[in-house]
């Protein structure tokens, strides 16, 4: 009667390919409501005289555009910095950004250190331009295409894995 | 520098690692002694060079050498010295190389005590040791590098969040660690049993401090978690059932049936095939725990937005690691001889029930936490099981498991006869049921449950007591009393213990949830409301400033029958980065009962709204938890673990006669 | 009482195992019968108006677990000072809420929020509880869990 003895495994391994699936699950979902469907209506004021504002009509027939929201006191979106930096660097996208909820001195600090890749940044002090773009949290970044429609969110800080598994081939596909 | 001298210790650990997983378990198969004595040196040269990339990461927190991108992200330079500490494992890299520091002081301590041990088997012990070591530094050092710079460097770090700092959840992580890393040992001693194929009473006498010693911690480490939920939260709840309790709750109710069915083994050389799998099993839920906090396949989505490789190693290390000893197992388990034989009615078989029910009981809360994922792989729906989930489940196997813990430890060995146990414990079964029943009519009735797990509570207490009562021949009369008491093996005190604990715990588990009162309402300044016989008068609410928040103070003056009782001053805080909010309730424990009162926002209406709550019997559950970790440690300290005669014994035939396996 | 040894261990086993299975076949029903009642699924607010007359979905009357964000200016206290009003929203619906109890610290205009309750009407949400979803730095799991304790945070299927 050995068979017995080969149950737990059996059992082990049937959980381990329902965690494998779960994993493979979890990091591709996170959509947005709003994915697929035009960007917001909004204006936000510059955050300080070194920038210019940001409002919807940036994100109509101008290319394809990366809208990023952050804040100065978020440390993920210290992480990402750099990577929004390469990205800055291409010419088939415009960076545009939402400060959140924050302090426009700390903010521009923060992009003093940096760098600043922006071509606007709006100052969105009360949240409330965010939350019609379903922003949860900071950081998010939005892909949006030259007709103003979102075509992708990403939920969290951009990695150096994140930007070559995902935004850079999107970015590549969409612009061809 | 000192960044780079961590590093550098944790490349060195992992060739140490490396070593010791490979040379002494081809020692064991060669009978080379060489190598099998080099397993002990390098276990302790592995535990200090992982000590100092852990002092390494430990001093950069304290210094707040802010070049580190861990310390940048996760401390700041106002923080007190002890939340700079606590701030090292308060994230993903530093607990990491915490748990493997833990991990690594184990394989020391088995090197550095386990003198009685026969040199193979002692070897192969550590080399498993190792290996889950190595799987560990691996991921540290290719996944989550916490000695990792960062340029330019900050000002200042980002890890200023005020719920983190807390005395109760700064020391609630290493308890945990040391519980479920300290269930490895198990994990290598049976790993190391199965490829020499036999298990006997000597190894179960090995295995059993050290189970004990991790039960121990995990005891406290949950009791400590709870009880920071119960005061940090602001509605005193103190158990959510949520996956990250559930994933340190499964290795401890393993753990328990371990160490029930490790006594079996010890004493009537019976349910080996089981204790090994247990063991197993029970190191396998507490990687399974780590895999469910840091993956964040059920915890969080964010996660691993940032990182699924980590998700992915430490799955295929767990596939690895689980799938591997179950393999063996599945090869190796029937050869091990069946043993003593005994009667359904006795202490074997009580114990037998008590490891049938854990083991369900594990298995309830395991379907409960990937529940969720089970539902999104079939059929795409984002579902969850709450509280009601295992009201339904895991609370009804407690009860016969509880009934069992009265009569269990009176059962003798091999056969016994039912009638005359019950006999015995006629005063616990008639007191619980007179407790019932006066309860019922102070209550007028009350819920049915709730009146069950009262009964179990009196009957677990006094059951345990008359267990001791006859082991120190109470009934022989007063003279030698105190020299019986002293005599006493710390073993028996344990276990006296550690089951009236649960019989406290379940006291205060089940009248807090039962028979809170709750107020909620607006309440002016001067207005008194009454709660659980208290009068609470509410003063007014002051500003109060704080260092990096302001806040306002509510001040309750709680009087009894009249006379003044306490003064109670809930606190709500509002933090400007990140921007937070956090409520501090004034609580004060009594014996019979909790006073709690939150203060929250100010009403439209004039006054301010407020919750006041009297939980009776509250602190029972941590008390309980108390008394639980401290029969454990009395247990621990039991003379006859440190005689270690029959180990001697055996290690002397083990040497002459010792079986070659590979 | 004379038993072979045989025998002992034969009905050992079959005491085992009929033991074993029974305890399994009562923790099976348990299970089964608690998945049935006590099941909560997570919807965000256009989901529900758009699958409100799902026959298979039965949401208006199950209980069930409404997540988006606070509107902003939608908070509204009523008159007895402890029962709270508020629009939760997704970008592409919106259901109002009515809670009465204490929201939980985290609780604010414009962030995260998860509601489990019933729904009154096709656009009334009464909560039993309400969970504040504190996410606005996306952070590790440890300081999302010791805030999910404190706040009374609710995490992964929100992030919808």
């Known amino acids: 009667m050995t068979w017995r003895a080969f149950l737990p495994i059996g059992v082990f391994l049937v959980l381990a390919v329902a965690l494998f699936v779960g994993l493979g699950r979890n990091a591709s979902i996170v959509p947005s409501a709003l994915v697929g469907k035009p960007v917001p209506t909004f204006a936000l004021p510059a955050l300080d005289d070194q920038t210019r504002g940001f409002t919807s009509a940036d994100l109509k027939g101008n290319g394809l555009s990366l809208v990023n929201v952050f804040a100065s006191w978020c440390a993920p979106c210290r992480a990402e910095h750099p990577q929004l930096m390469a990205l800055g660097q291409r010419d088939d996208v415009t960076l545009y950004a939402i400060n959140y909820k924050d302090d426009p001195a700390k903010a521009r600090a923060f992009l003093d250190k940096l760098g600043d890749p922006f071509a606007a940044i709006g100052a969105d002090p009360t949240g409330r331009v965010s939350i019609d773009w379903g922003v949860y949290g900071v950081p998010e970044t939005y892909i949006v295409n030259a007709r103003g429609e979102i075509i992708y969110k990403h939920v969290g800080p951009i990695m150096p894995q994140d930007l070559e598994a995902k935004i850079v081939p999107l970015l590549d596909g969409a612009g061809s | 520098m000192i960044a780079e001298i961590g590093h550098y210790a944790l490349v060195l650990a992992l060739a140490l690692a490396l070593l010791l997983a490979t040379l002494p378990m081809i020692g064991a198969a060669r009978n080379d002694t060489l190598l099998m004595a080099a397993a002990r040196p390098l276990a302790v040269g592995l535990a200090a060079f992982v000590l100092l990339a852990f002092g390494c990461l430990t001093t950069l927190y304290v210094v707040s050498d802010f070049s580190v991108v861990n310390v940048a992200s996760n401390s700041h330079s106002a923080k007190p010295l002890l939340y700079k500490i606590s701030g090292v494992w308060g994230n993903h890299e530093g607990s990491l190389v915490l748990w493997v520091f833990i991990l690594a002081l184990f394989g020391a301590s088995v090197a550095l005590l386990g003198g009685n041990l026969p040199a193979r088997f002692r070897a192969r012990v550590l080399s498993v040791q190792a290996m889950i070591a190595l799987g560990f530094l691996l991921f540290t050092l290719l996944t989550s590098n916490p000695f990792l710079r960062l340029d330019p460097v900050p000002a200042n770090g980002a890890g200023l969040n005020p719920l983190l700092q807390d005395p109760g959840l700064a020391f609630h992580p290493p308890f945990l660690y040391l519980g479920y890393v300290g269930f490895s040992v198990a994990f290598s001693f049976a790993v190391a049993a199965l490829i020499e194929g036999r298990v006997d009473p000597a190894w179960a006498r090995w295995v059993r401090p050290w189970t004990l010693a991790a039960w121990i911690a995990l005891t406290f480490g949950i009791a400590l978690g709870s009880w920071w939920a119960y005061y940090e939260l602001g509605w005193g709840g103190w158990w959510f059932w949520d996956p990250v309790e559930n994933a340190s709750f499964m290795p401890w109710l393993a753990g328990t049936a371990l160490l029930h069915s490790a006594i079996v083994v010890e004493k009537r050389d019976t349910l080996k095939s089981w204790t090994i799998l247990l063991a197993i099993l029970t190191f396998s839920l507490s990687l399974l725990g780590t895999f469910i906090v840091r993956s964040g396949v059920i915890t969080s989505v964010h996660a691993f937005a940032s990182d699924p490789a980590r998700g992915v190693f430490i799955l295929a290390f767990l596939v690895l690691v689980v799938g591997g000893s179950l393999a063996l197992y599945a090869v190796r388990a029937p050869m091990l001889r069946p043993g003593g034989l005994f009667q359904p009615v006795s202490r074997e078989g009580a114990l037998v029930v008590n490891n049938v029910l854990l083991a369900v009981a594990t298995g309830t809360v395991l379907l409960g936490t990937l529940y969720p994922l089970i539902e999104d792989v079939v059929s795409g729906q984002k579902g969850s099981v709450g509280p009601p989930y295992y009201a339904l489940t895991f609370v009804p196997l407690m009860i016969p498991l509880i009934v069992a813990m009265g009569i269990g430890p009176l059962l003798k060995w091999k056969r016994d006869e039912l009638g005359a146990v019950l006999r015995r414990v006629w005063l616990a079964f008639v007191l619980a049921l007179g407790v019932a029943v006066v309860v019922a009519y102070l209550q007028d009735g009350g819920p049915v449950m709730a009146l069950v797990g009262v009964a179990l509570g009196v009957w677990l207490i006094i059951a345990s007591l008359v267990k001791w009562a006859e082991q120190v021949r109470l009934t022989d009369g007063l003279a030698g009393l105190g020299r019986r008491i002293r005599r006493l093996r710390g073993g028996v005190w344990g276990m006296v213990l550690a089951h009236l604990g649960l019989g406290v715990a379940v006291l205060g588990m089940t009248a807090s949830t039962a028979w809170e009162e709750a107020v909620l309402q607006v309440m002016a300044p001067g207005e008194t409301v009454s709660v659980g016989g208290y009068d609470f008068t509410f003063e007014g609410v002051t500003p109060l400033p704080g260092p990096n928040y302001t806040a306002v103070t509510g001040r309750f003056l709680v009087s009894r029958a009249g006379r003044p009782f306490a003064v109670l001053d809930p606190e709500t805080r509002y933090y400007a980065e990140p921007p937070m909010t956090t409520t501090e309730a004034a609580i004060r424990p009594t014996l019979w009962g909790d006073l709690y009162a939150v203060v929250g926002e100010e009403a439209r209406t004039g006054g301010w709204a407020v919750r006041i709550y009297f939980k009776p019997l509250q602190h029972w559950i941590w008390w309980g938890a108390a008394i639980m970790g401290f029969g454990g440690l009395l247990s621990l300290f039991d003379r006859r673990w440190r005689v270690g005669v029959a180990a001697r014994a055996r290690a002397r035939e083990s040497e002459t006669i010792g079986v070659p396996a590979t | ?160």
């Open chain 3, 1 to 160: 009482m004379a038993v072979s040894p045989a025998r002992l261990r034969k009905r050992r086993r079959l005491l085992l195992t009929v033991g074993g299975v029974v305890v399994l076949g009562i923790a099976a029903a348990l299970v089964l019968n608690a998945f049935r009642d006590s099941v909560v699924f997570f919807y965000s607010p256009s989901e529900v108006q758009a699958r409100l007359d799902d026959p298979s979905l039965k949401l208006a009357d199950r209980r069930f677990r409404l997540g988006g964000l606070v509107a902003e200016d939608s908070v509204v206290t009523l008159d007895d000072g402890v029962t709270t009003e508020f629009t939760v929203t997704d970008g592409a619906g919106e259901i109002r809420v009515r809670f009465t109890g204490m929201l939980p610290a985290l609780f604010r205009e414009g962030q995260g929020v998860v509601a489990e309750g019933r729904l009154e009407g096709a656009n009334l949400f009464i909560a039993e509880d309400v969970l504040a979803k504190h996410d606005e730095n996306y952070m590790p799991p440890e300081v999302a869990e010791a805030l999910k304790k404190s706040g009374h945070w609710e995490g992964p299927e929100a992030a919808q």
